[in-house]
């Protein structure tokens, strides 16, 4: 019977990786970096959420973050069979190589807990529990910290792709070369960010 137990078990083992892959595709909070950047997050907001409520409680805290992290999740923020939201993970939880990134708990505070951070708090905006002035102040401020990580990683990208180009030049001209195409992309990036978050918004 060896050889249709191991049949069985290569055919369970099979099974196990495509239930695997279906969830991780298309869902990447479910993965170590998504749940801390969950977790950086949900420590970033506290700040702003007891300037706004002073007298609440953590627990108030939690069920406020909570309700509307799940209302990102349900409109697939997080996951990656939308292409429009998957593109704009790029630089933020995986490179152009397609490996994750940024998955450092120091990282996922600069990088993947400001991008959930900022999808929460327009949604909480939408729902009216945050004051437009305080939304704008801490979206403005935090998006161009995002943005400022996301074309790091664009010149990384830049580097990759242009050093054929410029083998036979010195390494400050590929730099300059590779800094003006992260600029480039990061201003497309921002766009299309932006213009994800507006339908939040009129919704």
Same mark, same amino acid.
């Given at each position: =019977?060896? %050889?249709?137990?191991?049949?069985?078990?290569?055919?369970?083992?099979?099974?196990? +990786?495509?239930?695997?892959?279906?969830?991780?595709?298309?869902?990447?909070?479910?993965?170590?970096?998504?749940?801390? %950047?969950? =977790?950086?997050?949900?420590?970033?907001?506290? $700040?702003?959420?007891?300037?706004?409520? $002073? /007298?609440? /409680?953590?627990?108030?805290?939690?069920?406020?973050?909570?309700?509307?992290?799940?209302?990102?999740?349900?409109?697939?923020?997080? %996951?990656?069979?939308?292409?429009? +939201?998957?593109?704009?993970?790029?630089h933020? /939880?995986?490179?152009?190589?397609?490996?994750?990134?940024? &998955?450092?708990?120091?990282?996922?505070?600069?990088?993947?807990?400001?991008?959930?951070? *900022?999808?929460?708090?327009?949604?909480?905006?939408? #729902? %009216?529990?945050?004051?437009?002035?305080?939304?704008?102040?801490?979206f403005?401020?935090?998006?161009?910290?995002?943005?400022?990580?996301?074309?790091?990683?664009?010149?990384?990208q830049? +580097?990759?792709? *242009?050093?054929?180009d &410029?083998?036979?030049? $010195?390494?400050?001209? *590929?730099?300059?070369? #590779?800094?003006?195409?992260? #600029?480039?992309?990061?201003?497309?990036?921002?766009?299309?960010?932006?213009?994800?978050?507006?339908?939040?918004?009129?919704?």
């Amino acid at each position: =019977m060896a %050889g249709a137990i191991d049949y069985a078990k290569e055919d369970l083992i099979e099974d196990f +990786r495509d239930i695997l892959t279906d969830i991780f595709d298309q869902d990447f909070y479910r993965r170590d970096i998504g749940l801390r %950047g969950i =977790m950086a997050s949900f420590s970033q907001l506290r $700040p702003l959420y007891k300037q706004v409520f $002073p /007298t609440d /409680t953590h627990l108030e805290f939690s069920k406020w973050f909570e309700r509307y992290l799940n209302l990102s999740i349900e409109d697939v923020w997080y %996951g990656l069979v939308n292409e429009d +939201r998957r593109n704009l993970l790029k630089h933020v /939880t995986y490179d152009h190589n397609e490996r994750v990134v940024n &998955y450092r708990f120091n990282d996922v505070k600069k990088v993947l807990g400001r991008y959930v951070s *900022l999808v929460v708090i327009t949604y909480a905006n939408r #729902a %009216g529990t945050i004051e437009n002035n305080i939304y704008k102040d801490y979206f403005l401020k935090e998006l161009q910290a995002l943005e400022d990580q996301v074309e790091k990683g664009y010149e990384k990208q830049g +580097r990759a792709l *242009l050093k054929d180009d &410029y083998h036979a030049q $010195p390494v400050l001209v *590929l730099k300059k070369a #590779a800094k003006e195409y992260a #600029a480039e992309q990061t201003e497309q990036w921002l766009k299309r960010f932006n213009t994800e978050i507006e339908k939040i918004t009129v919704s």
